[in-house]
């Protein structure tokens, strides 16, 4: 599976994170990198999400950088030759996704400057890096888990204020109007984030329809299919230096056929 890492440069610890990050990433900028398929709704992210009972890491990507991810996932990375020396994994703190919450980060080619790290139930630590932004307008997920955090704040543990930016129209079809995730929400009856059969229905129609008869609403590439548009947004932030390519390991295993 060829995913897009994209970099969301920490701007402001939560105040628990600080307390454990301390000075241990050695002047390195240190950005939290978010895995995702869907490089062309970046512009929409509001927000990004972790595990709260994850361990993340904060790995040295070279002298100047530092990412914050799974262990696994830096392993991955050190193998793909994304960070330096290749093959070599230097670990300089770690830190619990509990403790991450309300860090402040910038991401990356989105129309809202910075967002917060927010919780989510269904974080799978053995996917992608553990590190999920969120495009709440494309992703159901995103979309019901940001529902859920505004219902219960004080029972996620979150200031309201940290999830108040609403979903942003990226992308547009003909079926599903300015925002898929909220539509297929509704078509599914879905409720909660633990409604986890449905949901993978909905982002099962949400990718379909994305990118077979979405239109770009926003950004460099505005008014261009989402088939055009998503590899040329996945290099303008390459170029940027804001993502690289990472690849996960079933990719590499030899597979046999039954
Ligand atoms: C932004 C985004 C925008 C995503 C969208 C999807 C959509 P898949 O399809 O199951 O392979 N993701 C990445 N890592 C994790 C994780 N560790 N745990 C849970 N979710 C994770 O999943 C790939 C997508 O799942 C990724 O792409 C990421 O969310 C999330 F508009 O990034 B995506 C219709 C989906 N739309």
Not at 6 to 26: D, F, H, R
Not at 181 to 191: D, N, R, Y
Not at 242 to 253: D, I, M, R, S
Request: proline letters at 7%; one cysteine or more.
């Amino acid at each position: 599976q060829e995913y897009t890492a994209v970099k969301m440069e920490v701007l402001n610890w939560s105040p628990a994170a600080k307390a454990v990050v301390g000075e241990k990433a050695g002047g390195r900028t240190v950005f939290m990198v978010a895995a995702t398929l869907r490089p062309e709704t970046m512009y929409g992210q509001t927000n990004c999400f972790v595990g709260t009972s994850i361990k993340y890491g904060i790995f040295a990507a070279n002298d100047k950088e530092a990412y914050l991810c799974t262990l696994r996932a830096a392993r991955n990375m050190a193998f793909q030759g994304s960070t330096t020396p290749r093959g070599h994994v230097q670990q300089l703190a770690e830190v619990d996704g509990a403790k991450l919450i309300g860090t402040k980060i910038k991401p990356p080619f989105a129309v809202t400057p910075e967002v917060y790290v927010l919780p989510m139930d269904n974080v799978l630590p053995t996917k992608g890096t553990g590190v999920v932004t969120s495009v709440p307008s494309d992703s159901p997920d995103d979309f019901q888990t940001l529902a859920d955090l505004r219902k219960k704040p004080e029972f996620y543990g979150i200031d309201p204020s940290w999830a108040a930016i609403d979903p942003i129209p990226v992308i547009s079809t003909p079926t599903y109007g300015d925002m898929i995730a909220p539509a297929t929400i509704k078509q599914f009856k879905i409720q909660s984030q633990k409604d986890t059969k449905q949901l993978a229905e909905a982002k099962e129609i949400a990718y379909k329809e994305g990118f077979y008869n979405g239109t770009m609403l926003v950004g460099e590439f505005k008014g261009e299919s989402v088939q055009d548009a998503k590899p040329k947004v996945r290099e303008a932030m390459i170029q940027a230096q804001l993502a690289f390519a990472y690849a996960e390991p079933e990719g590499l295993v030899i597979s046999r056929s039954a």
